[in-house]
């Protein structure tokens, strides 16, 4: 029998669809919260030594802004995702656990950036967490449309695969980079801004016929 046949629909069985769902939001809740604990000041500062103790932290707020918008974004592509879901099986659900799993990882190795960014392992230790959330973002994704779980269309995917692929790269050519140069490589990640993933998925959709499920 195929996952398919056996997997569980999403109509006919709400309650247990939104638990998963809800239990996903909650990481993501927790996950973006606890990114504000490595943001501190000194205790009993004077006026004169408040803004100067803020500025010390402008590498945990830079590491802070990166991650917020970050898990932000994830948090988008994993809602847009489950809005898809047809159906639901315990490998759909483990890959979810899996991919939440790094995502709840960010606010740590956020603070490690803020901290160590100028080292070679702090920038990389950041740049393996996002590239890992991606990476397994794209394996579910496809998992589950080879399974015949998502509706998602073949333009829908193709556009997914190839944004995912596009984030997930730049993190990973970032590590290489860090080991030598580990400010060069955090610049690296403003390309992320210039994302031409949309324009290749358009190119692509008029060479490319339909994806196989």
């Known amino acids: 029998m195929s996952r398919e046949a056996k997997a569980k629909q999403r109509e006919g069985n709400e309650i247990e669809f939104s638990r998963i769902v809800a239990f996903s939001d909650g990481v993501f ?5 606890l990114l504000v604990l490595s943001l501190h000041l000194p205790r009993h500062l004077q006026d004169g030594e408040i803004a100067n103790a803020i500025w010390e932290q402008h590498e945990h707020f830079l590491a802070y802004g990166i991650s917020f918008a970050v898990i932000g974004r994830f948090w988008v592509v994993h809602h847009r995702f489950f809005g898809e879901v047809i159906a639901f099986d315990g490998r759909l659900i483990g890959l979810n656990i899996l991919y ?10 956020s603070e490690v950036l803020g901290e160590y960014g100028s080292k070679s392992a702090g920038v990389v230790v950041y740049a393996i967490n996002l590239s890992a959330v991606v990476l397994i973002g794209m394996l579910m994704t496809v ?3 080879r399974a015949g779980l998502t509706s998602i269309d073949d333009a829908t995917l193709r556009e997914s695969l190839i944004r995912s692929g596009y984030i997930a790269g730049v993190f ?12 060069a490589a955090t610049y690296m990640w403003l390309i992320l801004f210039l994302d ?3 324009r290749i998925a358009h190119h692509r959709a008029k060479a490319a016929g339909p994806i196989d499920p």
């Open 143 to 145: 998992d589950a449309r």
């Open 196 to 198: 031409p993933s949309a």
């Open 172 to 183: 990973l050519l970032s590590i290489p980079v860090a080991v030598f140069a580990p400010s």
């Open 29 to 33: 809740a927790i996950a973006i919260t």
């Open 100 to 109: 939440l799993g790094f995502v709840v990882l960010i606010p740590f190795s």
